[in-house]
Antibody, heavy 118, light 107 residues
Framework: QVQLQESGPGLVKPSETLSLTCVVS?????????WGWIRQPPGQGLEWIGS???????YYSPSLKSRVTISVDTAKNHFSLSLSPVTAADTATYFC???????????WGQGALVTVSS | QMTQSPSTLSASVGDRVTITCRAS??????LAWYQQRPGKAPDLLIY?????HSGVPSRFSASGSGSGTQFTLTISSLQPDDFGTYYC?????????FGGGTRVEIK
């Protein structure tokens, strides 16, 4: 059974860096698939942040591209999100997910609420 | 850009429910549908516009128009477990984009 679990600080100060890690179990990232980050501000819809292939190839949302880095560590079987600098508008639940090919995101983490506040 | 309608709908158990998703340009059949219950991650229901994801009940079905811009998700007989918000998502082009969501309430 494929499982994803986000981890990282739940509170980040404005202008600082949001860092989250998604640990994958039940499947080896190096075996394939795209792995992505999606966020959801409180009470709002879903926004795709970016995706990474096991080889390290990345795709980012144009609206976030200047502030986002997604990386993968196949040895630890996890991938990570870095967003900097952050503002209150980045307050959201952040989900990591596996994207089937072709197709949508078939496995998701439970989500991690990150609040940007001083 | 993906546009969903309606934004909210209220229906009774047993009703047939249809949600529409429109793409601003042709995305062929590269579309997925999700259900999200409050406080939970989305669940994949449909991919490639009309293919039911493993384990999804057969009361869910979906289709796309020949133009590749209009898509529908249908619940043939609404059940209490079907409440939540439904999202469409295109994966034809980057950036991947989601529709604004349709909130389904059970009367």
């Amino acid at each position: 059974q494929v499982q994803l679990q986000e981890s990282g600080p739940g509170l980040v100060k404005p202008s600082e860096t949001l860092s989250l890690t998604c640990v994958v179990s039940g499947y080896s990232i190096s075996s394939g698939y795209y792995w992505g980050w999606i966020r959801q501000p409180p009470g709002q819809g879903l926004e795709w942040i970016g995706s990474i292939y096991h080889s390290g190839t990345t795709y980012y949302s144009p609206s976030l591209k200047s502030r986002v880095t997604i990386s993968v560590d196949t040895a630890k079987n996890h991938f990570s999100l870095s967003l900097s600098p952050v503002t209150a508008a980045d307050t959201a639940t952040y989900f990591c997910a596996r994207r089937r090919f072709p197709g949508g995101f078939d496995y998701w983490g439970q989500g991690a609420l990150v609040t940007v506040s001083s | 850009q993906m546009t969903q309608s309606p934004s909210t709908l209220s229906a009774s158990v047993g009703d047939r429910v249809t949600i529409t998703c429109r793409a601003s340009q042709s995305i062929s059949t590269w579309l997925a549908w999700y259900q999200q219950r409050p406080g939970k991650a989305p669940d994949l229901l449909i991919y490639e516009a009309s293919t039911l994801h493993s384990g999804v009940p057969s009361r869910f079905s979906a289709s796309g128009s020949g133009s590749g811009t209009q898509f529908t998700l249908t619940i043939s007989s609404l059940q209490p477990d079907d409440f939540g918000t439904y999202y469409c998502q295109q994966y034809h082009l980057y950036p991947l984009t989601f529709g604004g969501g349709t909130r389904v309430e059970i009367k």
